[in-house]
């Protein structure tokens, strides 16, 4: 049992390196352009996929590429396209620039840069809550409403950790705008945050999976929150898939195909974890341990949807508007600007006996 812990925290490790932003990155081939099979090495294609190495939350991404969903899916609706790794720190100005028009990320972390003016409409949920809050034994915090004029930890203020937190605050009565800010927000890099509450320099720490779980089994937090048993959050996506605005107005077919290949994905990785553990180890995708890299994956809900993936981004954009969190006033207008469905595709897919079946609303 000592050895396994050993072996879960070294993976732990491995992969949290530059998890913020489900980052932890690999640039092999960046610099030349990574072909998948059915794309083109350089010149125009319609699609450019971001990807990276390293986060086994990346998983659907890697396995659209690694099981040919990608080439399935662009082949039947006649679309060119390839597949490029990425910083995904530099997400945002790769879009910006159009060098990337489909990729992955933290639904909440992007919810303010849409409002600030990034380009890009989320198409589907891959999987819920991967976000932990803890503090330590004894510190008195015993919930939510216990953090008024506490420090809290967290990975950066734009990040989903603290887009969440904010919105619980708020049901609280606790004040969360620069007029009534009734907790005070600590920045710290996120392998950084564990040693910070340890220390009692923060009261609370925001933490981001395998992060949080390594860090629960080394120091025995107390956990107050958990965004994947939350009542609130429980049944909203974190990681979602997205194309870039001008993708899905211009080229609405390209789009549509990308959104079913991570559906496909992501069910997959739902029913079959240790496979897709196995798949994204031998791809040199994700490091690790096979054993320990499939119960992590078997421990989030890869249940991919569009609708509830839809209902998430109405919940955030609603509640975010009325905590003043959001530029624009009109939710429904932000909220048509921060999702797309598309003709074509189905609310889901379950993976049953090697088949995938549409699920539909």
């Known amino acids: 049992m000592k050895k396994l812990a050993g072996r879960v925290l070294s993976v732990m490790l491995i992969a949290a390196m530059s998890i ?33 190495n390293g986060s086994l939350c990346l998983a659907p991404l890697h396995i659209a590429i690694d099981n040919g969903y990608f080439e399935e899916e662009f082949a039947k609706a006649g679309v060119t396209w390839r597949v490029e790794e990425i910083d995904l720190n530099n997400l945002s100005d790769l879009v910006a620039s159009n060098k990337v028009q489909a990729s992955t990320q933290l639904a909440g972390a992007m919810i303010p840069q849409i409002d600030n003016g990034l380009e890009i409409t989320f198409t589907a949920g891959l999987h819920t809550g991967c976000t932990k809050y803890y503090t330590k034994e004894g510190s008195g915090i015993n919930s939510i409403a216990d953090l008024k004029g506490k420090k809290i930890g967290v990975p950066g203020i734009g990040d989903s950790s603290v887009i969440a937190l904010k919105r619980l605050l708020y049901d609280n009565g606790i004040g969360v705008t620069t007029e009534n800010l009734e907790v005070e927000w600590v920045v710290y890099g996120l392998t950084d945050l564990p040693l910070a509450l340890e220390n009692g320099a923060v009261d609370v720490v925001a933490l981001h999976d395998p992060v949080a779980y390594s860090a629960e089994q080394e120091y025995h937090f107390k956990k107050i929150l958990d965004l994947s048993t939350d009542e609130k959050f429980a049944n909203e996506y974190c990681c979602m898939a997205f194309v870039t605005t001008k993708l899905a107005k211009e080229n609405p077919k390209a789009a549509a195909a990308y959104t079913r290949a991570m559906l496909k994905a992501s069910a997959f990785v739902q029913a079959n974890p240790k496979e897709a553990a196995r798949i994204q180890i031998e791809h040199n995708q994700c490091s690790g341990d096979l054993e320990v890299n499939a119960s992590l994956l078997a421990s989030y809900n890869y249940g991919p949807s569009v609708s509830i993936a839809a209902d998430t981004i109405t919940n955030a954009t609603n509640e975010l508007v009325r905590i003043g969190e959001l530029k624009e006033a009109d939710p429904q207008v932000f909220i048509n600007k921060a999702f797309t469905s598309f003709e074509g595709v189905p609310d889901s897919y379950k993976y049953e006996n090697g088949q995938f079946v549409e699920v539909n609303k």
Do not use: F, R
């Open 20 to 52: 913020t932003s489900l980052t932890a990155c690999s640039k092999k081939k960046s610099s030349e352009g990574t072909t998948a099979a059915g794309g083109q090495s350089s010149g125009d294609v319609d699609v450019i996929i971001g990807t990276a």
